[in-house]
Antibody, heavy 121, light 107 residues
Framework: EVQLVESGGGLVKPGGSLRLSCAAS????????MSWVRQAPGEGLEWVAR??????????DYAAPVKGRFTISRDDSKQTVDLQMNSLKTEDTALYYC????????????WGQGILVAVSS | AIQLTQSPSSLSASVGDRVTITCRAS??????LAWYQQKPGKPPNLLIY???SLQSGVPSRFSGSGSGTDFTLTISSLQPEDFAIYYC?????????FGPGTKVDIK
């Protein structure tokens, strides 16, 4: 199992940008597929983005609401996965978790504690 | 995108009760379904994967069943620590999607 710690959240104005980072330890990070999942205040869970491992092509997938605005990336040498968020909207306000697990990162048995992103004027 | 619905949206139960939560997918997803438990201020905790496989460390009172479009999470004898929100998640295809959740509280 991998341990995950998110950082980089905060308050940003609509239209602004923010970069989240997730530091991983305790596993062979380079082989795992990583995802970001968010949870708006008082709401349910929403999968945001996923990045494959280098050996699987480092390809990415995004949820429709963030496609074209968010970019997920990874640095295996630092064991981190980042989420660059541009053109932020008020509806992006949420607790953002990085998560992984299962074969090809399909279901999530490892979660960070989450980092809060607040988009408000 | 595959949509997941859960029923009921909330339920009240007593310690010792048998509890059943249903998750329905808008399209067939084979057995590509997971169940999570979430308590206030905590990240979700994986209970069941691949519809019926119990995650390591999860008590055996939790079980999952189903395939295709209809799935069930059962808690055989509800314990005080089980009061929480339960979510299903499909991983058959991208985008991954979660159900809206079922809140289990104390009667």
């Amino acid at each position: 199992e991998v341990q995950l710690v998110e950082s980089g959240g905060g308050l940003v104005k609509p239209g602004g940008s923010l970069r989240l980072s997730c530091a991983a330890s305790g596993s062979t990070f380079s082989n795992v597929w990583m995802s970001w999942v968010r949870q708006a205040p008082g709401e349910g869970l929403e999968w945001v983005a996923r990045i494959k491992s280098k050996r699987d092509g480092v390809t990415t997938d995004y949820a429709a609401p963030v496609k074209g605005r968010f970019t997920i990336s990874r640095d295996d040498s630092k064991q981190t996965v980042d989420l660059q968020m541009n053109s932020l909207k008020t509806e992006d306000t949420a607790l953002y978790y990085c998560a992984t697990g299962g074969p090809a990162g399909t279901y999530f048995d490892s979660w960070g504690q989450g980092i809060l992103v607040a988009v408000s004027s | 995108a595959i949509q997941l619905t859960q029923s009921p949206s909330s339920l009240s139960a007593s310690v010792g009760d048998r509890v059943t939560i249903t998750c329905r997918a808008s399209h067939g997803i084979s057995s590509a379904l997971a169940w999570y438990q979430q308590k206030p201020g905590k990240p979700p905790n994986l209970l069941i994967y691949s519809a019926s496989s119990l995650q390591s460390g999860v008590p055996s009172r939790f079980s999952g069943s189903g395939s295709g479009t209809d799935f069930t999470l059962t808690i055989s004898s509800l314990q005080p620590e089980d009061f929480a929100i339960y979510y299903c998640q499909q991983f058959n295809s991208y985008p991954f999607t979660f159900g809206p959740g079922t809140k289990v509280d104390i009667k």
